[in-house]
Structures are given as structure tokens and as C-alpha cells.
């Protein structure tokens, strides 16, 4: 019997799964499992007896744990993670192909296998950091400032969710200013002037917004997007469409690369579901780390 330790964000999403529903759940397929809330102090504590880690929450969830799996020392015991997304967005969880009943998703981990996830190092700013589904500049951490001077939980519909922040990302697009970016990717020059600079490890980033169709979280490589000042208006219609539930045959700027330097006019600026703060503009250089974490993946989900 496989042993796994479940890791829970009980105030996730839409609260919709409970502790004693999520160990029926795992225990009815036959795993040992025991039970820990990422709310209390305790959480990080790993038993070397565990086979697995299971996080259940959204995308800020998954990052939390990433931040304590990063923080172990090399020759501790490096566990893989099976996901039960049930945040707002589920970033890493749709990369990765992972949705469905949670039942399904649970009996999926019997023959699931692991599958290498990279990391993003950036240097050059005061504290070090660390992504795993995008390091950007520009509209998306100016989105994330708007929706938190908004009050919080006003919406609990993850579906309004979505529709209110990708609504709300429209406004900061119409009124945003483009701003130069020198941009470097594996020592050839993109420099221009934009409204977006994302560097990209998933293929969705913010109110799950699909911006990379050929992003491999386990390739080695970032996928950069672009959105230059004449493309503005396009973007606008790209997320209007969006917002009506159509389909947009918009193409983004894309670049592959594994080493990145910029220097950004602006002071807007995020890594994953974090606002970074800076008081003028800063240059950085973004490194991808190769297979850092595992994550149990399979096919058959449904």
C-alpha cells in the first residue's frame, strides 16, 4: 500500500471539498494517507516513509509547497506530487492535464508516472526568487494590484471568477501604457517597446488565460511571450472574445529560450501569484532549472 501525505488548503476555490470527504476519497482507492492543513505551523514536516505528496488547492497552494520542496537540503528525501486542483484557476493543474472528477483524478494515480517540472530562478533583485508558472512584466501584475483593491470574496463562483478578472484585465489593457523593454533571450536582442513581457513555464498564467499552446513545463526551456504596442488593439479583441466565450485566432509573439536578460521601464511586475515590489526599474536575468519537482501524471484522466 502506498503511503502518501495529503496536503490541504481548506479555504481554496470554492471550499467545495472538506478533510473528512478528501481522506474517504484517497482511502476508498486503497492509499494510506495521512492529513495536513498548509494553515497550521506543522505542514512541513516530511515523513520519509511517505511515497507521495498530495496538494490539494489551487495554484498559490502549489507554489507554497514548491517553495518548501525547494528549501530541502539534497540529500533529503524529494518527494513527487500528485495534484486535486480546486483553486480558482489551476495553472499547473491544466498544464499538466490534470482535471475531472476528483475520483477519476484519485484512481488515475494507481498507474500514474512521474513527470519532471522546471523551475524559474531570477537574479538581480533584492530577495531570491523563484516560478513555476510565469515571471512577467507589464498588464498581469498591474491586473493583480486592480483585483486585490478589490474586495475579496465578493465573488465565490470560480467560473465569475475568471469571467470578472479577465473583464477587469481588459480595462488595464485599453488604458495601458507601452513600455520599453530590452530584452535578451540566449544572447539574441527582442528590444521594443510592450504591454506584456511573460516569461512562461505553464501554458496559462493570472484568470487562466492560455497564452502558450507549446509550452512544455519539462522541456528545459521558457516559453517568452511578447505582446509589442501594435499588437494592443489586437489583445483587446483577443479578450473580448474571450470574455463572450469565443474562439480568437489571435497569434502571440513567442520565443523559446533558456536564459533571458530585461530591463524594464516599468515597475509592474509578478512571479506566479505574486506582486513583486520595486521602486524603479530593475534588470534581471531569468535561468531555468531543469526538473526541480515531479508531478504524477496519466493519460486516462476523464
Not at 494515480?109 to 538581480?124: E, M, N, S
Request: hydrophobic letters at 40%.
Amino acid at each position: 500500500m502506498k503511503r502518501a501525505q495529503l496536503l490541504h488548503n481548506p479555504h481554496a476555490g470554492e471550499k467545495d471539498f472538506s478533510k473528512k470527504e478528501l481522506m474517504k476519497l484517497i482511502g476508498a482507492e486503497g492509499f494510506e494517507c495521512i492529513y495536513s492543513s498548509i494553515k497550521k505551523d506543522s505542514w512541513e514536516e516530511f515523513d520519509d516513509e511517505t511515497d507521495f505528496l498530495i496538494i490539494a488547492g489551487g495554484d498559490g497552494t502549489v507554489r507554497r509547497v514548491a517553495k518548501a520542496l525547494v528549501k530541502r537540503r539534497l540529500l533529503d528525501k524529494q518527494f513527487p506530487i500528485a495534484l486535486l486542483p480546486h483553486g480558482t484557476a489551476n495553472n499547473v493543474a491544466a498544464t499538466l492535464n490534470i482535471s475531472g472528477d476528483i475520483s477519476n483524478i484519485i484512481r488515475s494515480w494507481h498507474k500514474a508516472t512521474p513527470k519532471k517540472f522546471d523551475l524559474g530562478k531570477v537574479w538581480g533583485l533584492s530577495d531570491e526568487l523563484f516560478f513555476l508558472e510565469g515571471f512577467g512584466f507589464g498588464i498581469f501584475p498591474k491586473l493583480m494590484k486592480v483585483m486585490k483593491k478589490m474586495e475579496e470574496g465578493l465573488i465565490e463562483n470560480r467560473d465569475e471568477k475568471i469571467r470578472t478578472a479577465r473583464a477587469v484585465l481588459l480595462d488595464v489593457v485599453m488604458s495601458y501604457k507601452a513600455r520599453q523593454c530590452t530584452i535578451v533571450a540566449d544572447e539574441v536582442d527582442h528590444t521594443g517597446k510592450y504591454i506584456l513581457v511573460e516569461v512562461m513555464n505553464t501554458t496559462s498564467i493570472g484568470p487562466n488565460l492560455g497564452l502558450s499552446n507549446s509550452g512544455d513545463p519539462g522541456d528545459g526551456e521558457f516559453e517568452v511571450v511578447l505582446i509589442p504596442e501594435s499588437h494592443q488593439k489586437k489583445f483587446e479583441a483577443f479578450l473580448l472574445n474571450r470574455i463572450n466565450g469565443k474562439e480568437d485566432t489571435y497569434s502571440f509573439t513567442t520565443l523559446k529560450a533558456k536564459k533571458i536578460q530585461v530591463f524594464w521601464e516599468g515597475k509592474d511586475l509578478h512571479a506566479d501569484d505574486e506582486i513583486v515590489k520595486i521602486e524603479k526599474p530593475v534588470e534581471v536575468t531569468i535561468e531555468i532549472q531543469p526538473g526541480i519537482l515531479e508531478f504524477l501524471v496519466t493519460e486516462d484522466i476523464a
